[in-house]
T-cell receptor, first 110, second 112 residues
Framework: SQQGEEDPQALSIQEGENATMNCSYK?????LQWYRQNSGRGLVHLIL?????REKHSGRLRVTLDTSKKSSSLLITASRAADTASYFC??????????FGSGTKLNVKP | KAGVTQTPRYLIKTRGQQVTLSCSPI?????VSWYQQTPGQGLQFLFE???????NKGNFPGRFSGRQFSNSRSEMNVSTLELGDSALYLC???????????FGPGTRLTVL
């Protein structure tokens, strides 16, 4: 399977702490994207990182990509209760055919 | 700019029936993709349309079909519904297909 796999499956932290989620994939990719989903709703796009990029930032989010290890990480700094959601990575190695991992459920306790 | 819209938001059907779901992409987006999300299988790619042509297809039976109209709006159809088709169906649009995908709120289908 080409699916990305997130790790850990679940993460529980206190507000203000940092949260790190990892994603591993199996084949070469064009880009990797991170999404957030709140309880059964649509997915919200967070960051897209291309295969020739190593790191990207967006507000409190930092994404790294290591194509040699076929892995990516998403760091959320100074987490808030509103960050409670499921986070998915999606890889694209075939024109607009995206593969999603099973997600990391993040619970940020106030 | 309006986001991706999906109708209906909720649907209840019985086994054997068929259903049609609709997706209106963001204005200017020509690519529409469909996904099925279930607790057991996660998010799975159904198919992608670009300029009225199916460009990619996932591993779903022929009961799942779709189409795209000239205004980029897309529909997906599921015939002969089975209990296992109960899921959240999400559509996503993007400009070209290789860039950021924007998701709609989804249609929750329950098959009884």
């Amino acid at each position: 399977s080409q699916q990305g796999e997130e790790d850990p499956q679940a993460l529980s932290i206190q507000e203000g702490e940092n949260a790190t989620m990892n994603c591993s994939y199996k084949t070469s990719i064009n880009n990797l994207q991170w999404y957030r989903q709140n309880s059964g709703r649509g997915l919200v796009h967070l960051i897209l990182i291309r295969s020739n990029e190593r790191e990207k930032h967006s507000g409190r989010l930092r994404v790294t990509l290591d194509t040699s290890k076929k892995s990516s990480s998403l760091l959320i700094t100074a987490s808030r209760a509103a960050d409670t959601a499921s986070y998915f990575c999606a890889t694209d190695n075939n024109f607009n055919k995206f593969y999603f991992g099973s997600g990391t459920k993040l619970n940020v306790k106030p | 700019k309006a986001g991706v819209t999906q109708t209906p938001r909720y649907l209840i059907k019985t086994r054997g029936q068929q259903v049609t779901l609709s997706c209106s992409p963001i204005s200017g987006h020509r690519s529409v993709s469909w996904y099925q999300q279930t607790p057991g299988q996660g998010l799975q790619f159904l198919f992608e349309y670009f300029s009225e042509t199916q460009r990619n297809k996932g591993n779903f039976p022929g009961r799942f079909s779709g189409r795209q109209f000239s205004n980029s709006r897309s529909e997906m159809n599921v015939s002969t519904l089975e209990l296992g088709d109960s899921a959240l169906y999400l559509c996503a649009s993007s400009r070209s297909g290789t860039d950021t995908q924007y998701f709609g709120p989804g249609t929750r289908l329950t098959v009884l």
